[in-house]
């Protein structure tokens, strides 16, 4: 029921965002709809239509959808950079398998400034998820990324010395100060290393029933609400928020509610 397909009526539910012009959200509101996707673009269709070479299927979509997502996306990086999340680089990464299921190659797709835009139209969708929810006092699933623990800093602290890069400790740790040694060595040779292990001075992000924050996306509330067709935990925060705003009868059950910390220990664990 969530899968979108081309020019189908799919039910869904909508988040409505509006922003002001330095990229700070000045309200949202859900809605229960039934949507019809107008064609179903890929990252990579969608990027060269902005880019100037537009095919077939993205060209009509150019100037009544394609540029005004771009310009929205310019107003969302404003507060983002506002915001200073945690920049790392860390390029995903692919395996292409051959037709008896082995690895034939391993390949890094570049990341595209499509991919960039909607992450942040996401993240802003999960933030007013979280916000509405807690305003009509709904138990829901946060999504959790606590600040590294002060052992993981003094390890980090102690390799960055190795390259002769110095973090200060003592300090109150912020995602701007790892950003500021991730610009400091980009182009040397042990760039990529030091993205590494500042990546594995991070505390693992889990699921929870109490809001403790999510550090590396230096936001205050956070939780999943856009892939209920691929996470649980999204599937919870739609339910909760069918219950919140009196969508229908398939909302979070008592039950549902009263067991809200073992669900989260459960898909937490499934996760890793």
């Known amino acids: 029921l969530c899968s979108l397909r081309e020019k189908e009526e799919r039910p869904a539910l909508a988040c409505f965002m509006s922003f002001d012009k330095s990229g700070r959200k000045t309200r949202h ?42 310009r929205a996306y310019d107003v969302l990086k404003k507060g983002r950079d506002a915001r200073a999340p945690l920049e790392l680089d860390l390029p995903e990464r692919k395996l292409i398998l051959d037709a008896h299921g082995l690895i034939e190659r391993v390949v890094t ?65 912020r995602p701007k100060h790892f950003n500021k040694l991730l610009v400091e060595v980009q182009g040397k040779d042990y760039q990529h290393l030091v993205n590494e292990v500042v990546l594995r001075t991070q505390a693992q992000a889990v699921y929870a029933a109490d809001n403790k924050g999510h550090f590396g996306l230096a936001l205050r509330r956070y939780a999943h609400f856009t892939s209920p067709i691929r996470r649980y935990a999204d599937l919870i925060v739609h339910r909760a928020l069918v219950s919140a705003l009196g969508f229908g009868e398939d909302g979070l059950s008592a039950e549902d509610i009263a067991r809200l910390n073992d669900t989260a220990d459960m898909i937490s664990d499934a996760e890793r």
């Open 109 to 173: 797709p570049l990341r595209l400034d499509a991919h960039k835009l909607i992450e942040e139209f996401m993240i802003q969708a999960n933030v007013a998820a979280a916000e509405e929810l807690e305003a009509k006092k709904t138990p829901l699933l946060y999504r959790v990324h606590e600040s590294p623990s002060e052992e993981k800093v003094r390890a980090l602290s102690e390799f960055l010395r190795t390259v002769d890069m110095v973090l200060p400790l003592g300090q109150v740790m």
């Open 29 to 70: 509101r859900f809605e229960r709809v039934v949507m019809r996707s107008a064609a179903k673009l890929s990252y990579e269709e969608a990027q060269a239509a902005i880019d100037g070479r537009a095919g077939p299927r993205a060209e009509s979509l150019l100037d009544p959808v394609l540029k005004p997502l771009w």
